[in-house]
């Protein structure tokens, strides 16, 4: 069973690890280098807002304006995607929305009162770009000083780019909720039955 604190967990390694080892694919894209480098500028405020509640607001903010969460949603549910009835689907992508604004609030909260600034980027494919950030201006003796937090950027065929996963030390957020929900769905039965139970576990998590 999972749970929201457990992946919390999660969320907060994946984002604290240490340098990622570049991919033999080394190919940099300029254009999604801008737009996390934009992302990130719009983000120092939110980080270094006054109070909890208003950089947990603000994080908010900026998943629904970047996180194509649709695409997330289905890419987690793997396989089962294609199981879902209508009905589940209306009601498990505002589910997964909130449930996932949720996990990054919880890691992104960890970089309040930091600065973070693009450092270079992988082309995986046309498509599929690995941007890389890391703290800009840490604390003397800040264990995170030297970890690279990544951003998988999503190109449509118009160009369009949205954020799709993050994570560092190549355990990334959404893999590792699609290990997690695949495994739910499988343990109560599959197909619909199980996707039933991800929903009435989702829905405990997130207090609806």
């Known amino acids: 069973m999972f749970s929201l604190k457990n992946f919390r967990s999660i969320c907060?390694?994946?984002?604290?690890?240490?340098?990622?080892?570049?991919?033999?694919?080394?190919?940099?894209?300029?254009?999604?280098?801008?737009?996390?480098?934009?992302?990130?500028v719009e983000a120092e405020p939110?980080?270094?807002?006054?109070?909890?509640?208003?950089?947990?607001?603000?994080?908010?903010?900026l998943v629904d304006k970047h996180v194509d969460m649709r695409r997330v949603a289905l890419f987690t549910l793997g396989q089962y995607a294609r199981q879902m009835t209508a009905e589940q689907r209306d009601e498990y992508l505002p589910l997964f929305k909130q449930y996932a604004t949720i996990v990054y609030?919880?890691?992104?909260?960890?970089?309040?009162?930091q600065r973070l600034e693009v450092t270079g980027s992988i082309d995986r494919s046309e498509r599929d770009i690995i941007v890389n950030s890391k703290l800009a201006d840490p604390n003397p003796g800040?264990?995170?000083?030297?970890?690279?937090?990544?951003?998988?950027?999503?190109?449509?065929?118009?160009?369009?780019?949205?954020?799709?996963?993050?994570?560092?030390?190549?355990?990334?957020?959404?893999?590792?909720?699609?290990?997690?929900?695949?495994?739910v769905i499988a343990n109560n039965g599959g197909g619909a039955t199980g996707i039933d139970a991800l929903i009435a576990q989702m829905r405990k998590q997130v207090g609806g």
């Open 12 to 40: 907060v390694g994946a984002f604290a690890a240490a340098a990622l080892s570049s991919p033999t694919v080394a190919l940099a894209d300029e254009p999604a280098e801008s737009y996390i480098g934009a992302i990130l």
């Open 142 to 183: 800040d264990p995170f000083a030297d970890a690279v937090i990544q951003w998988r950027v999503y190109r449509s065929k118009d160009g369009d780019m949205a954020v799709v996963d993050a994570g560092a030390d190549n355990v990334w957020l959404a893999i590792e909720q699609r290990s997690q929900f695949t495994s």
């Open 46 to 61: 939110v980080l270094n807002a006054e109070t909890e509640d208003a950089v947990l607001d603000g994080i908010a903010d």
């Open 105 to 113: 609030q919880n890691a992104l909260s960890n970089y309040s009162g």
